[in-house]
């Protein structure tokens, strides 16, 4: 491998590091928000971030238009499912361990592998098909599922969010490979999911003291922060090489969890987070000697 190769993989890993480190502080931020519903955060986080992609769109000179009428089902897809995943997130964050709600999440690649296989007949391997049923085993020991009550609603609604953030990236791989710029795509989501969670703000708003109003607008830069860095990871080195290093958000969240929260993750969620990071380090592995091959 050239030296140019590695430097680029090198500063691919970096810029996914401080996305993790920035989606970690977004969480933090939901959760410091306090008692206020999920969606009013969910507005918040998304303003935030439509501001920055229309910044974006100009910069690049893209028209805020469709590349084709035809993928714009697609596009409305991407953005149900990616509002339903981030309000399913966000209520995860605000009754869960901080770092078991982003596990939760994380759970995503997994989903947008087997959702890739059933609609968009993408191949699925037997080995990808294992690993995305490891993933799915090592959830149930950070939900630890209880029939008795509302006890596990809020894990429930974590995996959930995964899931939906699954499907969201589905359709990004599908729109992106139909003429979409990410840009494009990113600010489209962003503007859909405002208009989305702006009924909820209006019939539904929490008045917010000074610090709330901070916080939210603090998820809001860190998601964008979030958003931009990944995207230039992936500009650096392709997924194979570095996707692994997303998973550097779960130490993150459980050290601030740790030091901000007292959230003290039990046995069962370690478990938990073992398996399903195992999971990603050997679809990691699996893809990058595929595609070496």
Excluded at 21 to 34: D, E, I, K, P, Y
Excluded at 95 to 102: F, G, P
Excluded at 224 to 232: E, L, M, V
Aim: glycine content about 8%.
């Amino acid at each position: 491998m050239s030296d140019t190769k590695k430097n680029q993989r090198v500063y691919g890993a970096i810029c996914i590091i401080i996305s993790a480190f920035c989606f970690a502080w977004m969480s933090t931020f939901v959760r410091l928000a306090g008692d206020l519903p999920s969606t009013q955060k969910a507005f918040f986080r998304n303003f935030v971030a439509l501001i920055f992609a229309l910044v974006l769109l100009k910069r690049e000179h893209i028209s805020f238009k469709c590349h084709d009428k035809k993928n714009l089902p697609v596009l409305f897809i991407r953005s149900i499912c990616g509002a339903l995943g981030v309000l399913g997130n966000f209520y995860a964050v605000d009754h869960l361990v901080l770092s078991d709600a982003s596990m939760l999440n994380k759970m995503s690649p997994f989903f947008a592998v087997l959702f890739s296989f059933l609609f968009l007949k993408e191949r699925l391997t037997l080995f990808q098909g294992m690993t995305v049923l490891i993933a799915f085993i090592g959830s149930l020991f950070v939900i630890k599922p209880s029939f008795s009550g509302l006890s596990s609603f809020p894990a429930f609604a974590g995996l959930f969010g995964g899931i939906m953030a699954g499907a969201a990236y589905t359709a990004v791989r599908y729109a992106g490979n139909h003429g979409e710029k990410g840009t494009y795509i990113v600010a489209f989501f962003s503007g859909f999911s405002t208009l989305f969670f702006l009924p909820f703000l209006i019939f539904d708003y929490h008045p917010m003291t000074l610090t709330q109003l901070l916080c939210l607008l603090g998820a809001g830069l860190a998601a964008a922060g979030g958003q931009f860095s990944i995207t230039a990871a992936y500009t650096f080195a392709p997924a194979k090489e570095i996707s692994v290093y997303d998973y550097s958000q779960i130490i993150f969240t459980a050290l601030i969890g740790l030091l901000l929260f007292g959230d003290h993750p039990d046995i069962f969620s370690f478990i938990g987070y073992i398996v399903i990071v195992s999971a990603a380090i050997m679809s990691f592995l699996y893809n990058k000697n595929k595609k070496s091959d």
